[in-house]
């Protein structure tokens, strides 16, 4: 069967179940969008490139799916490079596709021509410039098993304009899908390992029979590997309490009696102490994060370490570990279950943990997660909106965070309690993720209600895309927490440059977010006080036929604590002053 090749890669998406494509038309990708009218794909319709690729990130992060985007050469290459490095540093399987202009005109300053390969090498698991319209079925096919196994992360595919123009002989090809042994022989170096070594799955059982002290530190390896129940089962067969990093919030129940929360930079007093405190840390895909260590030389420093990653790169990069396990997580904790079973079975048993969990017990009695109220006429309180919104919604909502200090109150203040509930951008820090984001999270799980939170700063970044959202009638909802500055920047301003405040305060007023809302075909609304709080976020969740947007007006010189200073060993985590100074 003979096709274009444009008719060609829109067959080969089907193929790969795609369901979803989040767009925008130009000229060298222009030929790919016509046989797009006959296909049963849902193509959404974005402002700006740098939306479809943070959409297709969050619809991969809540259906564990690739997200795919299609955008044109030059300029719409460059604006989704930004999409392309955080789902390359957060580990989201995308498969983006760009034009590039016909072979003959590479390399000869072109209209739109850029070097797409060249600029996304360094942000792409892969990328490959396509030259024959023969070998896109091949290319696509290598893109999604490139994009869903090992490590996941984003690859792109450059598509010069005459190979997918059915007006040119050049794009004429005959139709051949590759089957699992195509794909494997075109890919000679590329194995991911997923299974441990057993000896050192034994090993590492051992290590955590005799452990005191012991903490799992689950990154969002655990939730890539789809490995929530298989740490829920390890954790409760070993008594081992967890703490959960920023990308993996969800991957083990918050209310569970051995969960801790989140540690690092701003995670909870109890999850950054207990892992200082620990004689042994079960790293379970995570990376040892320079938010998660604080001074690397003072981090956990009685621990022996076990760590589990699919990426062998990982592995030493920052802490060396004792017993290092390359493989899946859930594969790797699958087996380590099996041991310890083994040998506790045998007669093996744990050592008496009762001063450790007493420990634990008395950090988190005496430094709780908790702010200061606000006075009668104070502004909102940011952590009381996220109490609220997190009480007036179901556990299985959907949460998408901005960057910045309203990231931080998310998930310090969010109960999760279900896994793939939280989508952020943890590595890149990218603000203007949230709107988006969360836009490609509902298309993804469109039964979920699905809330983005986000700072005024974030918001005034991407906020043209809930345009797109009312268009395709994507009801999401956004809650701003409005303080009218860079919120983080004011923080760090504040506490290291002597509140010498530079190029930091945003204004309240302008924009006016609620009439910006309506005019993007959104409801608006806007929040000064405590009792409006509630009312607004059920009145939201009313509303299902458009996006919302609500503008909470929030104070100012609230910061995110606890803290750890930048470059300070975790040792010297700060908690709020307000409450040392016992003020209620």
Known sequence: MQLSGSEALIKSLEMEGVDTIFGLPGGCILPAYDPLIDSAIRHILVRHEQGAGHMAEGYAHVTGRPGVAMVTSGPAATNIVTPLCDAFMDSIPLVVITGQVPVSAIGTDAFQECDTIGITRSVTKHNELITSAQDIPRAVREAFHIATTGRPGPVLLDIPKDIIDRR?????????????????????????????????????????????????????????????????????????????????????????????????????????????????????????????????????PDAKVIHVDIDPAEIGKVRRPDVPIVGDCRLVIEELVEVMKELLADGAAFPDRSGWQQTIAGWQETNPLAYVPAEPGDSLKPQFVLEQLRDNNPDDCIVVSGVGQHQMWASQYWHFERPYTWVNSGGLGTMGFAVPAAIGAKV?????????????????????????????????????????????????????????????????????????????????????????????????????????????????????????????????????????????
């Open 168 to 300: 040119n002989p050049n794009s004429v090809m005959e139709w051949h899908w590759p089957d699992d042994a195509d794909v494997l022989a075109g890919l000679p170096g590329y194995r991911p390992i997923t299974r441990g070594d057993p000896r050192k799955i034994r090993e590492a059982a051992e290590f955590i029979l005799r452990a005191e002290r012991p903490v799992i530190y689950a990154g969002g390896g655990i939730l890539k590997a789809r490995a929530a129940e298989t740490l829920h089962e390890l954790a409760e067969l070993c008594g081992v309490h967890v703490v959960t990093t920023l990308m993996a919030r969800g991957a083990f129940p918050d209310s569970h009696p051995l969960c801790l929360g989140m540690p690092g930079m701003h995670g909870n007093y109890t999850a950054v102490t207990a892992m200082q405190r620990s004689d042994l840390l079960v790293a379970l895909g995570s990376r040892f994060d320079d938010r998660i260590t604080g001074k690397v030389d003072s981090f956990a």
């Open 444 to 584: 993804g799980r469109p039964d979920s209600t699905v809330w983005a939170v986000d700072g005024d700063g974030c918001f005034q970044m991407t906020a043209q895309e809930l345009v797109t959202a009312a268009a395709e009638r994507i009801p999401v909802k956004i809650a701003i927490l409005n303080n009218a500055y860079l919120g983080m920047v004011r923080q760090w301003q504040e506490m290291f440059y002597g509140e010498r405040y530079s190029e930091v305060y945003l204004s309240p007023d302008l924009p006016d977010y609620k009439m910006w809302a309506e005019a993007m075909g959104c409801v608006g609304m806007r929040v000064d006080s405590p009792e409006e709080v509630a009312v607004a976020i059920q009145k939201a969740n009313e509303i299902n036929d458009r996006p919302v947007v609500i503008d909470f007006r929030t104070d100012a010189a609230e910061k995110v604590y606890p803290m750890v200073a930048p470059g300070n060993s975790n040792d010297d985590i700060i908690t709020d002053p307000g409450l040392r100074r016992g003020i209620e």
